[in-house]
Every structure is written in C-alpha cells, then in structure tokens.
C-alpha cells in the first residue's frame, strides 16, 4: 500500500490538498491531506467518491468515432492513429474552405491542471482558432467589483476567521465551499462570530446561518443602498479611511439616501428593521467579511448586485473586505502558458454565453471539446444541442467519462482523470500549492492532453519549437515569480508553496483608489450600481437553480445517481396553481418545457421557483433549456438566475429525496 500525495482539481473554490491509498496500482481510497492550512484534512463527498468515479462503467478509456446509419451501436471503437487522422484532415480541410475562425476551441476546468488545462491550448493559438471569453462562470462579478476596486481580489480566508461577523451573500458555501464554511462555524464556537446568509432561498447556509436574509431575487442593490443609509445616517461611516482610500463618496451617499426603508422594503422585500439589524452590526462587530457567491451574479443584475455588495466593506473601513475570486490576486504569465504570447495569431473570442445559437446558425464547422460538458452546462440548451448535431459541423471531444457532449461527437478521444496524471494546481480562494502526484497509471488507452496536443501538431505539420516544449520548463517560466518562496523546483520536491499576491490596499483604478463611483466604464456601465428592476406578468414566475452536495456541475452523477428533478414552489403559488407535493409539473417558457417533480415549500418566496443545477428532467429536456443565451451587458455572463417561467400541474407520482 502506497500513499500519494496530490490535488484535487475541480472546479471548486476549496482545491483540497489529497492524499490518495494505492494497492499495487489500484486506487483504494481517498482522505484529506493535513498540509494544507485552509483545506486541513477533510474531503467533501466528491472527492471522497473519486476512486467510485475513475472506476466508473461510464469511462472512455478507448478512442471512438461515430458509427455510420444503421450499425447497432452508436460508436466504434478505432485507433489513436486513425482517430487522430480523421481529426486533423478535417481541421485542415475547415481551415482551407473556412478559415481558422471556424475552428471553436471549448474548454474549461472540468478534468485539468494548470499544465493539463492551459500549456494543452498551445495548439488552438498555433492555429488561430476561436475561443470563448470564459464568462461562464465569474466574469460579470469580476467585472462589476472591478469598475471600482481596478482588480476583484479580496480578503485572505484568515481574515475571514478573524472578522466578528461573516456575510454570505448569494453564498450556499456550506455546500459549494465546504472548508470555506467549516472556518466560518470555527470563528463562531471559538470567537462568538456571527454568520448572516443574504439569499432568497433557505439554503443549507441559510438554514445554519444565526440571521437569515431573504430578498426578492435581483433586488440585492437595493439592499445594500439601505444598508449604506442607515450607515451614513447614524455616524457608521469610517470617514477618515473614506477620505483617505476612496473617491466619489458624495456621489454613492447622495444615491444611497434615497433608498429610504420604504422603498428598500418596496423593492427587495426586506422590512427596514431588518435592514437596521444588520446595518447596526455591521456598526458594532468590526471587523466583517463579505462573501460574495458566483451565483449572486448570474442573473440580468448579477454584475450590478456583486458590485453593490463589494462596496460595503470600504464604508466600514475595511481594504477589500469581501471575498469573491482571488484569482486576480496572483502574477502568472497566462500568454505564455497558452502560447498567445509566440503565437503571432490573434484568433477571435466569442461570448460563452452565447454560444448556442452560434453554433445552431453553423458558423463553426469544427468543434474541439475539453474539460466541459456544454451539451449541458451551457444556457439555451436547445440551440446548443442542434448546434452541435448538425451534419456540417465536426465534433471532437477529449474527456475521461461519455457526457452529454461526447455522446454528439464525431470523434470521442479517452483522458485520464486527474488521478492519472501530474500537474499543479493553483486555488482562487487560497495561497497554497502542491505537486498533484500522479497516482495511478491511465485507465484503458487514455492521452493526456499535452500528449494529444502535440500528436495532433506534429500530423498538421506544426514545427514550432514551442508547441512541443517540456510542459514543466514552460511551468517554470510562467510562474517563476509566482511564489513567496521557492519555485516549480521546490515544487516537485514536494513542497508547499504559498502564492504571492498582490495588496489589499493597492487599487488599479485610475485615482489608485477605490472608486465608490467609478470613473471607468464597462459595456455602457453606470458610475455607481444600479437596481434594475425585473418585469413579470402575471402568471410568469422567476426560476433559480445552484449546485448540490455530491455534485460538481454535471459530474458524479454515475456516482451518486442523477441530480434529483425537482422544482421547489412556495405553498402560495402551489394552491394558485392545483400543485400538490410530488405532483409533476411543467416548467416552461418560450424556449423550452421540463417536467419535474414539485416539492411545496416555504423556503422559497411566493413568485419564485428554484431547483438543482444542471438537472435533466423527467421528459430528458435539460433545465438550462429555459435559460435564455442572453449576456449581461458588464462582463458578459449568463443570467441562470433570471429566466422567466410558468410552472403547471402535470401528475403525481411517489416521493423523492430532496435536494439539499
């Protein structure tokens, strides 16, 4: 028996430091490694069910191309030559009748490294192929905090366990972040700290939260302009700190006075004393931390709510108080990683967001698939999925498991999961890093992505030197100075490094100050945060979806079974409508109908659904469907939480377990 010592590499704020039990080549067990200060030796469900998902029946451990009409199985099994054959004719045969703009390559973190995600990119920029802008996930927050901070990084997670008071703000950290909130509950028992959840939906943090917040979805600007209110009115203001580290106060306390707590109430829903209690804590518990989820800003007001919240913390004196992404805290040379900076090409980037009905109007003839899952990730799922099945479009995908994706491709290529291979890891919310040891040898014929990458170079007849550079003396030069101490050296000799990053009281703004009303613009962007409001006519309600235990995305669902289809309906709407509990219902709107089970609910507000993401449901119609491919105009991201539905009685059938 064997122990390695790696990282996991979801895509996850918490990237735990693991420790892995091999048995004469055999994955045995997982655990949490102790040497990590922030992730300290526990592992969630996922990462405790990696040897179920490695061994999982629903691996691709051989390369595979689409069968002809009327052969029996929908693929077949061939060679890596032949596949890689088939995939670079075509590339070269788009490439001469299209151009290289209709080469799309889309990636993203599902099954990579820092080598095996980024130095694997050094092709697509070889070839001048588009890609997307990645705004899937973060963009419109990191954009909306940066109009007035110059970068989006925030508080260090021991500021966090030092504050007296804990903000979870859109933030179900207690299961999409677990270490995150295990520190959070540790500051409550050892120091009496209080942890307040801001979110329409009882949630699981909400649930353990000592004060519950629930605001109208999308009204959140409104809220935080109240708070701000009654901190400008009862002397809560830190005014040496504003006048010295900030601008624009005039402008955002003229603004925030006019909330009253009438029209706070009007708009978000929450009573003005309600308001007063947490404006008074935030007042008498100092210092506080503000965490800011992803979620809170995947809706049509997601970048002005992330924005409004950000700006908080300056009020009560505090350099960015708030934690969204410290991703923007590191120094990494990305355009050499990816190849950008030798390449000479300047391909085009294309919305993320927006990607389905590009590729349903067929302006891609060739799509390279990895680390993600679209044909069930991505909104507009409808147009994405016709996109991807049109006979004129190429579809190749590298991936460790049959995904709703890799059931649509042409060519359908094996990759080892991140147990199979070595890398490093870099966290977004952490300053620690490891070596992630390779602990098993790939499963089946499994390529890692480097490999595949230079393979498919060397049969397009590529001869540039740094297509097929050692990976690890490409790692050195990208983060040579990424580290306090130490390098890729230390790394592989096991070592813990800690990432530098940049000050808390340094702002790349243009005054090098936060910009409470900011001075730069993005897409038309306002100076100071907006509450935009969200029609809906009668009948229509608002749906949100998040993430729950036991699944990252679409992934584990061949551990743990699939992500539950149930819908949650308030008690109120549920009468209005004849819905019962476990009825099944149709979610529907112009784009789509999901049938799903209903649980009838109080922890959600009248007018509002909410349901786990990314779900299938009952009829095989994914819940993104009714997503509509809209960005949002600052930074571009999706707007999950703002799709507007009907929701109807269908039928009953026996219960379900419920989503947490």
């Known amino acids: 028996m064997k122990t390695i010592k790696t990282v996991c590499h979801r895509d996850c704020p918490d990237t735990c430091f693991m420790d892995v039990s091999v048995n004469r080549g055999k994955l045995i067990a997982t655990r949490g490694s102790t040497l990590n200060p922030a992730t300290r030796g526990f592992l969630c469900p996922r990462g405790k069910g990696d040897p179920r998902r490695v061994y999982s029946n629903n691996r691709v451990l051989y390369p595979h191309v689409k069968s002809k009409a009327g052969e029996p199985e929908p693929f077949a099994r061939v060679s890596w030559d032949a596949a890689l054959s088939l995939v670079a004719d075509r590339i070269q045969a788009v490439?001469?009748?299209?151009?290289?703009?209709?080469?799309?390559?889309?990636?993203?973190?599902?099954?990579?490294?820092?080598?095996?995600?980024?130095?694997?990119?050094?092709?697509?920029?070889?070839?001048?192929?588009?890609?997307?802008?990645?705004?899937?996930?973060?963009?419109?927050?990191?954009?909306?905090?940066?109009?007035?901070?110059?970068?989006?990084?925030?508080?260090?997670?021991?500021?966090?366990?030092?504050?007296?008071?804990?903000?979870?703000?859109?933030?179900?950290?207690?299961?999409?972040?677990?270490?995150?909130?295990?520190?959070?509950?540790?500051?409550?028992?050892?120091?009496?700290?209080?942890?307040?959840?801001?979110?329409?939906?009882?949630?699981?943090?909400?649930?353990?939260?000592?004060?519950?917040?629930?605001?109208?979805?999308?009204?959140?600007?409104?809220?935080?302009?109240?708070?701000?209110?009654?901190?400008?009115?009862?002397?809560?203001?830190?005014?040496?700190?504003?006048?010295?580290?900030?601008?624009?106060?005039?402008?955002?306390?003229?603004?925030?006075?006019?909330?009253?707590?009438?029209?706070?109430?009007?708009?978000?829903?929450?009573?003005?004393?309600?308001?007063?209690?947490?404006?008074?804590?935030?007042?008498?518990?100092?210092?506080?931390?503000?965490?800011?989820?992803?979620?809170?800003?995947?809706?049509?007001?997601?970048?002005?709510?992330?924005?409004?919240?950000?700006?908080?913390?300056?009020?009560?004196?505090?350099?960015?108080?708030f934690q969204y992404s410290n991703a923007k805290a590191h120094e990494i040379d990305?355009?050499?990683?990816?190849?950008?900076?030798?390449?000479?090409?300047?391909?085009?980037?294309?919305?993320?967001?927006?990607?389905?009905?590009?590729?349903?109007?067929?302006?891609?003839?060739?799509?390279?698939?990895?680390?993600?899952?679209?044909?069930?990730?991505?909104?507009?799922?409808?147009?994405?999925?016709?996109?991807?099945?049109?006979?004129?479009?190429?579809?190749?995908?590298?991936?460790?498991?049959?995904?709703?994706?890799?059931?649509?491709?042409?060519?359908?290529?094996?990759?080892?999961?991140?147990?199979?291979?070595?890398?490093?890891?870099?966290?977004?919310?952490?300053?620690?890093?490891?070596?992630?040891?390779?602990?098993?040898?790939?499963?089946?014929?499994?390529?890692?992505?480097?490999?595949?990458?230079?393979?498919?170079?060397?049969?397009?007849?590529?001869?540039?030197?740094?297509l097929y550079e050692d990976p690890w003396e490409a790692l050195e030069k990208t983060l040579g100075h990424t580290f306090r101490e130490g390098g890729v050296k230390q790394l592989l000799a096991g070592e813990v490094l800690e990432v530098k990053r940049r000050p808390n009281d340094a702002y790349q703004t243009p005054s090098g100050k936060i910009e409470l009303a900011a001075t730069v613009s993005h897409a038309g962007s306002t100076p100071l945060p907006v509450q935009h409001s969200l029609p809906l006519e009668e009948s229509w309600m608002v749906l949100l979806n998040?993430?729950?235990?036991?699944?990252?995305?679409?992934?584990?669902?061949?551990?743990?079974g699939p992500i539950p289809p149930v819908v949650w309906v308030h008690p109120d709407d549920a009468a209005n409508r004849s819905i019962e509990e476990n009825d099944v219902v149709a979610v529907s709107n112009e784009l789509a109908l999901v049938t799903v089970r209903a649980k009838v609910t109080d922890r959600i507000l009248p007018g509002t659904l909410w349901a786990p993401r990314p779900l299938t449901g009952l009829n095989g119609v994914p819940l993104n469907s009714l997503v509509p491919g809209v960005s949002q105009g600052i930074g571009g991201g999706p707007i999950f939480n703002s799709a507007i539905v009907k929701v109807e009685a269908a039928q009953r059938l026996p219960e379900c377990d419920e989503p947490r």
């Open 334 to 466: 990305w355009p050499t990683i990816n190849g950008r900076r030798m390449s000479g090409h300047r391909g085009k980037v294309v919305g993320q967001t927006g990607i389905g009905r590009r590729l349903a109007a067929g302006e891609f003839k060739f799509v390279y698939v990895f680390g993600s899952n679209p044909a069930m990730t991505l909104p507009d799922q409808t147009a994405v999925r016709n996109g991807l099945d049109r006979e004129d479009v190429f579809v190749a995908v590298h991936d460790t498991h049959w995904s709703e994706t890799a059931s649509r491709a042409d060519v359908v290529l094996p990759a080892p999961t991140f147990l199979e291979k070595r890398d490093v890891a870099i966290s977004d919310h952490h300053p620690y890093s490891r070596l992630s040891e390779q602990a098993i040898a790939p499963l089946g014929d499994s390529w890692h992505e480097i490999q595949v990458m230079q393979r498919l170079a060397e049969r397009l007849g590529l001869t540039a030197d740094w």
């Open 546 to 560: 998040s993430s729950v235990a036991n699944y990252t995305h679409s992934q584990f669902t061949d551990v743990f």
């Open 95 to 321: 490439t001469a009748t299209h151009g290289s703009e209709s080469l799309l390559l889309y990636d993203y973190a599902g099954n990579t490294g820092f080598l095996a995600w980024h130095f694997a990119k050094r092709l697509w920029s070889a070839l001048g192929a588009t890609t997307t802008d990645y705004a899937l996930c973060s963009s419109s927050g990191h954009t909306g905090i940066g109009l007035h901070y110059g970068l989006s990084y925030g508080l260090q997670l021991t500021d966090m366990a030092a504050s007296t008071v804990i903000l979870f703000w859109g933030n179900n950290a207690k299961v999409s972040a677990s270490h995150i909130w295990a520190m959070a509950r540790e500051a409550r028992k050892d120091r009496g700290a209080i942890i307040v959840s801001v979110d329409p939906r009882q949630s699981p943090t909400a649930e353990a939260a000592d004060i519950w917040v629930q605001p109208r979805p999308g009204s959140d600007v409104a809220l935080c302009y109240g708070i701000a209110r009654y901190l400008i009115e009862n002397d809560g203001v830190d005014q040496g700190f504003v006048d010295k580290w900030t601008t624009g106060f005039p402008a955002y306390a003229r603004t925030a006075m006019e909330w009253t707590p009438q029209r706070v109430e009007q708009a978000s829903g929450v009573p003005g004393h309600v308001v007063a209690q947490i404006a008074e804590l935030l007042m008498t518990h100092r210092p506080a931390a503000f965490m800011i989820g992803f979620g809170l800003q995947k809706s049509m007001q997601g970048a002005e709510a992330a924005r409004a919240v950000a700006l908080l913390p300056a009020l009560l004196g505090l350099h960015r108080g």
